[in-house]
């Protein structure tokens, strides 16, 4: 099992009420469909357990749920605490909306503050850099200067992305090229998406590789956050396009948003499709789906192409040769799982 987040990447942390499971702080769990999930404490991502040691933890978050406390619940999500200090989100079956509100909603509106905190910081400055000039000073304009220089430097330089397609392209972006990042001109052969990468510039992406792009990048795009109601807008979308595959069909296809998301003024940089000009609701729903995708990948057993995202991660090799069901997981599902859910 990996101990550092697979988006951070940070640490999970520790636990010692989960012995088949010891991983992270707070832990999400859903009986009904056999899923395990670390959620990271700084970023708030959910990161899938590997399925083989996945049914024995159920079985003891199952019995740990019996006795928390439980601090928050919607119909069929609830937030428990149980007395080791271990935080618990028990999924049952909830609604696309509920579970996005879980997921998505919480992190969003926690980027939107720490974006709120970081702008209010960056205004400190420039109210300092301002007094500074104002009384002939030019220590604090210097600063101002340098604050402002070395953003820019950093995000015209430093790779925040570094994946390898299944071709075998290595792909390295930088944070304000996340932010450039378009669906391609083409979509007649399926969702392709066009990168600026920081050593050979325009790079097309398609198939599998979109998913694993689109998930890295989105959190560039929407560094501002969102809120509780704009996430479970991206939610309405995905449910109203059948889900984040249709979804991401959906939005790949529509020329008529690409039309109007245009970004760069000269022709050579003018590009359509420019997902940072996009609704904010669609670019929630984006970031949202890409994930989801991700997980149904591993879910159903699709590992090849998701080694690209996760290679970082620690003991990789042990999830991709363990995504057969292990022995006595036939008789956890008929315990745990009622019928009518695959």
């Known amino acids: 099992m990996y101990t550092d987040c697979l988006f951070c990447p940070s640490s ?12 992270g702080r707070r832990i999400a769990f859903d009986l009904a469909r056999g899923r395990l999930w670390a959620v990271c404490p700084r970023c708030g991502r959910w ?20 006795t928390a406390l439980v601090q928050e619940s919607s119909s069929d999500v609830s937030l428990l605490r149980h007395r080791s200090g271990l935080s618990l989100i028990q999924v049952g079956r909830p609604t696309l909306g509920e ?33 500074g000039i104002v009384a002939g000073g030019g220590g604090a304009f210097s600063l101002l200067g340098s604050v402002g220089s070395f953003r820019a430097i950093w995000e015209l330089s430093r790779s925040v992305i570094d994946v390898t397609t299944a ?65 479970l807008s991206a939610a309405k979308e995905i449910a109203e396009r059948g889900g984040a595959e249709g979804f991401l069909d959906s939005v790949a296809s529509d020329a008529a948003l690409h039309r109007r998301s245009v970004l760069g003024r000269r022709s050579q940089w003018r590009r359509q499709g420019a997902i940072y000009r996009f609704p904010k609701n669609i670019q929630l729903g984006l970031e949202a789906a890409s994930q989801m995708r991700q997980e149904d990948l591993v879910l159903s057993g699709e ?29 956890f599902k008929r315990t745990h799982r009622p019928d009518g859910i695959s």
């Not at 357990?49 to 049914?55: L, N």
């Open 167 to 231: 071709d075998g392209t290595r792909l390295q972006i930088t944070a304000s090229g996340a932010r450039a990042l378009c669906f391609a001109p083409d979509q007649s052969a399926g969702v392709a998406l066009r990168a600026w990468t920081k050593d050979v510039g325009f790079q097309d992406v398609s198939g599998q590789d979109v998913g694993i792009l689109l998930a890295r990048a989105m959190p560039y795009i929407n560094e501002t956050g969102g809120t509780t109601d704009s996430a």
């Open 99 to 131: 579970l996005v509100s879980w997921r998505y909603a919480r992190n969003l509106v926690r980027r939107r503050r720490g974006f709120a905190v970081t702008m209010a910081a960056l205004g400190a400055v420039s109210a300092v850099g301002l007094f």
């Open 303 to 331: 590992m090849r192409s998701v080694l690209a995202e996760w290679r970082s991660a620690a003991e990789l090799a042990e999830i991709s040769d363990n995504l057969l069901e292990p022995p006595g997981w036939d008789d």
């Open 47 to 66: 990161n899938l357990c590997p399925f083989d040691e996945r049914w024995e933890a159920l079985d003891e978050c199952a019995r740990l749920a019996e």
């Open 12 to 23: 999970l942390g520790r636990n010692r009420a989960l012995e088949h499971f010891p991983v």
